[in-house]
C-alpha cells in the first residue's frame, strides 16, 4: 500500500490535511503524481510545478514543500508539505 500525506500551512499552523491511498501495482513516480493532482482536486488547488530543489528533497526525504513559487495562481496559505508515510 502506498499512502501520501498532504498538509497546507499558514503562519505554522496546519490548515488543512488529507491522505491519499493507492494499491496500484503502478511506479512510485506514478503514485506520487497522481496522489497529488488527487491532494489538488481535495484542496481546490492548480497542479504545482516541481522544481530542481523540490526534486532532490523529494528524492532525499520523501518529503516536499510547495510554496507560492511553485504555483501558477496565487495561494492563501505558505506552502503545501507532501510525504510519504507507507510505501510497498
Keep these: 500500500m502506498f ?6 500551512f499558514r503562519d505554522n499552523r496546519m490548515l488543512q490535511d488529507t491522505v ?3 494499491d496500484s501495482e503502478d511506479t512510485r513516480t506514478h503514485k506520487v503524481f497522481r496522489a497529488l493532482d488527487e491532494v489538488c482536486l481535495r484542496f481546490d488547488l492548480g497542479r504545482p ?3 530542481e530543489n523540490t526534486v ?6 520523501s518529503k ?5 513559487d511553485h504555483f ?4 492563501d496559505f505558505d506552502y503545501l508539505e507532501i510525504q510519504i508515510i507507507e510505501e510497498d
Aim: charged share 35%.
Design 72 to 75: 501558477m495562481e496565487t495561494i
Design 20 to 22: 491519499v491511498t493507492d
Design 64 to 68: 516536499a514543500r510547495f510554496t507560492q
Design 56 to 61: 532532490s528533497d523529494f528524492k532525499r526525504r
Design 3 to 8: 499512502r501520501l500525506w498532504a498538509r497546507t
Design 49 to 51: 510545478i516541481w522544481l
